[in-house]
């Protein structure tokens, strides 16, 4: 009985895991698709952002410099979200009660 049991859960195991590989190549290919998208509509709107810039009567090299500090604090406030959330991937209650076993 727990014997067909444990059969059935492997067995199970066995055929999501191949579902699993069948649909991480769509997975991957529609993410790459996502970012050039995302990629297409960010250039879109800084060009537009651009556009309204020289409107206003900005000199041309005032309004790329404008955009390019826009994208560098962009990128700074990214960067430090992603250090700050980074922090969470290296299990540290995990590490420390591993850690207080082998002493």
Do not use: D
Request: aromatic letters at 14%.
């Amino acid at each position: 009985m727990i014997f067909r049991l444990i059969s059935n859960i492997f067995k199970l195991a066995n055929l999501e895991a191949k579902l699993a590989m069948q649909t991480l190549p769509w997975v991957i290919g529609l993410l790459m698709l996502m970012v050039i998208i995302l990629a297409c509509s960010w250039i879109t709107i800084l060009t537009i952002f651009f556009y309204l810039l020289i409107k206003l009567n900005l000199p041309l090299l005032a309004a790329l410099f404008f955009i390019l500090i826009l994208n560098l604090l962009i990128l700074l406030i990214l960067y430090f979200t992603l250090t700050r959330l980074k922090k969470n991937l290296f299990f540290y209650g995990t590490h420390r009660q591993l850690k207080r076993l082998t002493y």
